[in-house]
């Protein structure tokens, strides 16, 4: 069987909409990925949920005054249509809590490693508040890393990506009353990942993720790996499927990697396949391509894959790209602060493909990056619109001028070469920062730049001095017609809206996924196309 993509994005918390700083990284990559291979015509699924029974869920009700699944509901809803606007939805997105497989597939995945003993009981020293008369857990226990000592929630540090449990954070307060808690031991289920260190050297070794990732995880096998809790007392989440241990529920960073198998069964049943995902998640041949942000790294590349490795026969991540935080004006992203930008209202605003290229061009791919108003403004009203826009116009006008719209038929060989060459070059190159293996989003945002202001230099030097020739002029002419055209194909995964937009005025027909991927066998463009009399911009706020 040829190969095929699963592209997961990491799942949000429903306890508010997404900001740009969700946006700019697994979303943003897993969609673009998603639409490059689609272009390709390679076999590709992409799909997502939110983490509907995270514990941040009712900590925002209960401040909101509505109860946790109203809460999860109605922030989901909000997140999926801001997907939508942003032109990001996946193939699927699941919402668990009216998806009755999610809770399910969970639960008879847990039965499965219990049964195994990858999943055994540990006395863990826990967090309790004796004021709230509770053990504490992530959301709710707030204090520094145990390990870089940066502020941290109880769970895992968004810093430097290691686990805090157990023993929980240093100088630790509950979030509900402030009171500092004391350390009681509790019997939870936990995975020890030590048994499978030897199968994690073996997968680090031959993956090419991101070398922060990479190395966060050789740092973690230089050292014993830890014990892994997977349960808590609560009346929130998935229930352990164990008469012995009611009153306890899965923590959904154990459970997350079922959720994409969930969200993965609920595609496949929506298209009347209810049991291919079994195949999907256990055929070698499927590269499982995981986007997240590097806090989420031990979850997706050491503890899910030791939980695929347990269960057999399951397929790994094959990919694990990561991105580091996007800040705001120098300052991170703050829902809490009110230090946000919301997508859902941004995106009302703003065209959907300059919000989309300007995070590509600022993506934070290696290190943190920052979104700062002003430097949107000049991507739309200077990159955008006067360079990109400019181009295409002045492309489509002068052959309307000329050639009534029609493309003039030329030799290839009378081309510019400059432009000859972006049109030979510009697809290789572009693969070459979209393909799993080497992406990334900064890199294929600034070749797409590159090219057009190449492009337009060309021009801008015809228009100065056309030749006299009108042969040698409408080669230059059919050459931007066919660069157009492959600017169309090419950008489609970053700016899908302006690709199907261009390629109508160009006469084609983009595809259902977006504009085809060009083919060096065959012209984009072909002579005698008529393209529309004007250009009509795309890059213009609302």
């Known amino acids: 069987m040829s190969k095929r993509v699963l592209i997961t994005c990491a799942p949000p918390n429903p306890n508010g909409d ?49 109860d946790a699944r109203t809460t999860a509901f109605r922030y989901t809803n909000r997140i999926e249509h801001t997907l939508a606007l942003a032109d990001m939805l996946p193939d699927y997105y699941e919402h668990p809590h009216r998806e009755p497989k999610h809770d399910t597939l969970v639960q008879e995945h847990f039965l499965q490693l219990w049964e195994s003993g990858v999943i055994t009981e540990q006395e863990v020293p826990t967090p309790y508040c004796t004021t709230c008369d509770g053990f504490l857990y992530e959301a709710y226990i707030r204090g520094n890393c145990r390990f870089c000592a940066a502020p941290s929630d109880g769970t895992y540090c968004e810093e430097c990506g290691l686990a805090q449990e157990p023993g929980g954070v240093v100088d630790g307060h509950c979030f509900t009353c402030g009171a500092q808690p004391e350390i009681r031991t509790a019997a939870r289920l936990v995975v020890p990942l030590a048994p499978f260190t030897e199968r994690l050297t073996e997968l680090f070794e031959k993956s090419p993720w991101r070398q922060r990732v990479l190395d966060f995880c050789t740092g973690l096998l230089a050292q014993e790996l830890p014990v892994v809790p997977v349960s808590r007392v609560a009346d929130y989440g998935i229930p352990v499927p164990l008469d012995a241990w009611k009153g306890h529920i899965l923590d959904t960073w154990f459970s997350g990697i079922f959720g994409y198998i969930a969200a993965t069964a609920a595609h496949g049943a929506a298209l009347g396949k209810p049991d291919e995902w079994r195949e999907v998640w256990r055929d070698p041949q499927t590269e499982l391509v995981h986007f997240i942000g590097f806090d989420c790294g031990f979850s997706h590349a050491v503890l899910w894959p030791s939980l695929l490795l347990g269960l057999g026969e399951y397929i790994t991540p094959k990919y694990v790209i990561s991105n580091e ?32 290229f300007h995070l590509c061009l600022t993506a934070p791919e290696e290190a943190k990056s920052d979104f700062r108003l002003a430097d949107f403004d000049r991507t739309v009203n200077t990159l955008l619109v006067q ?21 003039p038929g030329t030799d290839r060989a009378a081309w510019p070469s400059a432009v000859r060459t972006l049109v030979e070059q510009l697809p290789l190159d572009l693969a070459g920062h979209l393909e799993p293996a080497t992406f990334s989003l900064r890199g294929a945002a600034a070749r797409l730049l590159e090219a057009v202001r190449s492009a337009a230099e060309d021009l801008r030097r015809f228009q100065e001095s ?26 489609g995964p970053i700016m899908p809206t302006w690709s199907r937009h261009t390629w109508r005025q160009l006469g084609l027909t983009p595809g259902f996924h977006g504009v085809p991927w060009p083919q060096q066998d065959r012209a984009v463009v072909p002579a005698g196309s008529r393209i529309a009399p004007e250009y009509r911009p795309v890059f213009q706020t609302r």
């Open 18 to 66: 997404l900001h740009l700083g969700h946006l700019s990284g697994p979303f943003m990559g897993a969609d673009v990925l998603r639409k490059y291979l689609a272009a390709r015509d390679v076999p590709v699924t992409y799909v997502a949920y939110t983490d509907d029974h995270s514990c941040y869920v009712p900590r925002r009700g209960a401040e909101l005054g509505w």
């Open 387 to 407: 360079e990109w826009e400019g181009w295409a116009a002045s492309v489509v006008e002068l052959l309307a001028k000329e050639h009534g719209s029609v493309v």
């Open 466 to 491: 056309p030749p006299a020739d009108r042969a040698e002029a409408a080669a230059v002419l059919a050459a931007h017609a066919e660069l157009l055209g492959v600017l169309a194909a090419v950008s």
């Open 325 to 356: 935080f996007y800040t705001l004006e120098g300052d991170k992203f703050s829902t809490s602060r009110g230090h946000a930008i919301w997508g859902f209202d941004f995106l009302r605003e703003a065209p959907s493909d300059a919000v989309r």
